[in-house]
Nanobody, 123 residues
């Protein structure tokens, strides 16, 4: 059974950093693109970042470019999202999701989702 588990969320002050992790079990991440999404209360889910499996090409939401970095650690079957210079508007529940090979345009195409990790940015 494909399972993804997010970790690393927490409370951080504006300008601070967090590193989220998405650990896979039941399958190897080598063959999957991994996307990070977030959803804040009262807002729609939005795609934050994605890394493909084939050429490890990456995608970032415009508002996080230059601040967030997605990376793969296939040896540990984990994908990380390094988040720096966090802003209050980054606060949300962050989810990771898997899709075979490449990052799809439609989030609905991701077949496996984690349960989410809460990120709170507040002074």
């Amino acid at each position: 059974q494909l399972q993804l588990v997010e970790s690393g969320g927490g409370l951080v002050q504006p300008g601070g950093s967090l590193r989220l992790s998405c650990a896979a079990s039941g399958f190897t991440l080598d063959y999957y693109a991994i996307g990070w999404f977030r959803q804040a209360p009262g807002k729609e889910r939005e795609g934050v970042s994605c890394v493909s499996s084939s050429d490890e090409s990456t995608y970032y939401l415009d508002s996080v470019k230059g601040r967030f970095t997605i990376s793969r650690d296939n040896a540990k079957n984990t994908v990380h999202l390094q988040m720096n210079s966090l802003k209050p508007e980054d606060a949300a529940v962050y989810y990771c999701a898997a899709h075979k090979w490449s990052c799809p345009k439609d989030p609905a195409d991701f077949g496996s989702w984690g349960q989410g990790t809460q990120v709170t940015v507040s002074s």
